[in-house]
């Protein structure tokens, strides 16, 4: 690992944490727009993390050190993977040991120290979250894995830098069905794990009815403003993968200082653009009952699977 | 007019209430009065084509004993709770005769409206509220209120629930409850007439009205049609604010934001139409005792306008095809429920009960639309019965006879006894006025929401709790109308 690696990483970083919480306005702004509503500027989720660090804190009386720590584990498990991952430059620190399924894991620790919390908290609403989220997150991970394989079939790597080098190089793995299947299943993952419409609805204050703010309902303050970081640090993270794999055009593919400009522009471009279309997709779609989840995450994880099926038959 | 009245013993009550019961009447309302008359309650009953019928009861005042009709009537037996929290009434044979207006902090013995009870004793600290517990493997309990996330009265719901489906729902509710009918005695005609408009903001006209109509019937005031027909514009275009409030809250409760956007630009908009008609956007100050004023009337244009944007609201809504899905099913209130709770309104219209105030109590000068009915009991088919009633309140508004102007009757006095019932948008509204010599009494009022709070735990057996949000919405009932 040398500087030049070291400052890419920490630009990917900066990009991240700044782009997040404004992928987040753009996408409410999106929305707002589209109900024929002004709605709040871009930069909102930006000025609530600034007013909430300056805010009292208040923690359960019962909880125990896993609360507090959540949100740190969180942003950590977050910025871990926004210096690893290929999303502005191929050439990040460690590139050579960047694997699909550790990134992955990476980001599960970070949800599953969130569910922890909220067992921790000893509320009804901390245990009815988790138990949601643990159960929408056990039938997330079959199908991230399964496509994870079919993305990896061309190479027998699952390397994820490789992975999008590849596609970089030769646009024909783009469009291989194969690839498309795959990424199929990882936009139902994306929604699941972000947790948008139709999965869970983020603008509710239907206390009853939500599965990852039921989560976060204890933390307040500076916890708070971690907790809003984290999370649209992670949204940015699984659009800016998304993105790179269903279009690498743009990414920096040496260390150049001009070449990561462009990469840094091109990945906010392209992460930009997905997160107006999910808005758009959230603004015509309802919330699904829950009990019709599971339906849609295997519906993710068939065609995961065809991917891989396909893959291997095409070879 | 009150109706047919029967002075009645205690013994007598169950076999004559049984007859009325047989007979078609539903219990309307249970009012107490501890006066220096005595202790005594009387139960207004009612049915279709305009048949009233009063039994009277006259109790001992020391041993304050009542007999309880809980056996006959699941209405009669939350009445005869409100009446011993009340009152102190005692109702012998009662099975369940738990609190219902009382909170803990009331201190022990106190029962406001009994006679000589005095203000309002200092609180005491909460005893907390014996829920019953629900025990089982896997079972837990999910408290969520009185104060919700969001605008939304206080109230205690407390849900057990295994994994996510609901076994039992329990309401505590009384968190408002603010002694309207100890305030009102005493007053003259036109103060009570402001606090009944207030009783529960989204019935301002309903409340209004059915006072109005209590005190005309007390009085004999005659009310002339041209009144009457103003007094059902104001009616008509409360339950269209509401009702179109509903069907975007309905399809916000499912994340289908787009629809709440447009339902919500539609009700502002009926808000001002509400203003440039009356002067006040929930339609204060329309009714007066034998009168209603009216700045200005709906035009055609405008009625058309709404019916072609609420169509394609609820178009729109309804082509969403996991609206649809979460709609269907959900919450089923069936029939035989309504029945044996007393359900009323707009919910028990949506599981098929034939029961619709402008139709059963006609006014005189008034059309009589025609009843929506739906089948299923689910929160489609409530919200089927919202969207064909805007549809049927705004061809009311339109053949509506009524014009421009005011009507006040410069000064009413007497005495009497009178009921007004009107349908307001969520069902019948009945208040019981007694005058004497111009001074109110006493007044009892019953918000169709105090009857329909029970049917909403039951119907949501077999629902998983994230659906108790849409369910509870598809009722809508009022907190401020039930806790008075």
Redesign the interface.
Known sequence: MNLASLLTGATQLALVVLGGPLLLGLMRTVRSRLEGRDGPPVSQPWRDIAKLAHKQRTRPNESSWIFPAAPLVLVATAATVAVLAPLATLTPPLSASTDFIAVIFVLLVGSVSLALAALDTGTAFGGMGASRALTIGALVEPALLVAVLALSLPLHSTNLIAIVAEGSAHASVLVGPSHLLALGSFVVVILAESGRLPVDNPSTHLELTMIYEALILEYSGPDLALVTLGESMRLAIWFGLFVNLVAPWGIATHAGALAILLGVLAVALKVALAGVAVALFEVTTAKLRLFRLPELLAGGFILALLGVVTGAVMR | MIGETRDLSSAELVAEATALFADGFRLALVAGFDDERGLRVTYSFLAATNRRFELRVALDARTRRGTSLAGVSFPASRFERELFDLYGVEPAGHPQRRPLVRHAHWPEGYHPMAAGAGPAPALSDDGGYAFIAVEGPGV?????GPV???LIEPGHFRFSVVG?TILKMKARLWFTHKGIERLVEGKSIDEVLVVAERISGDSAVAHGLAFARGVEDALGIAVDHGVEARRAVALELERLYNHVGDLGAL?N??????A???AL?LREQLLRLNERVSGHRLLRGVVTVGGARLLDVPTTFELDEIETRVAELTTMTLA?S??V??FTGTGVLSLDAVRELGVVGLAARASGLDLDARRDHPIEGVEVAPTILATGGDVLARYHVRRDEVATSLSTLREAAAGAGAYHLSSASGSGAGLGVVEGWRGPVVHRVEIVEGRVTRLKVVDPSFLNWPALAVALADT??????LVNKSFNLSYAGNDL
């Open positions: 837990y309990e999910i408290p969520v919700h996330a969001g996510e399809a409760d499912v994340g289908f934001g787009l709440q956007a447009r630009t969403q996991i609206v899905d979460r998983i709790v994230p659906d108790f949000p």
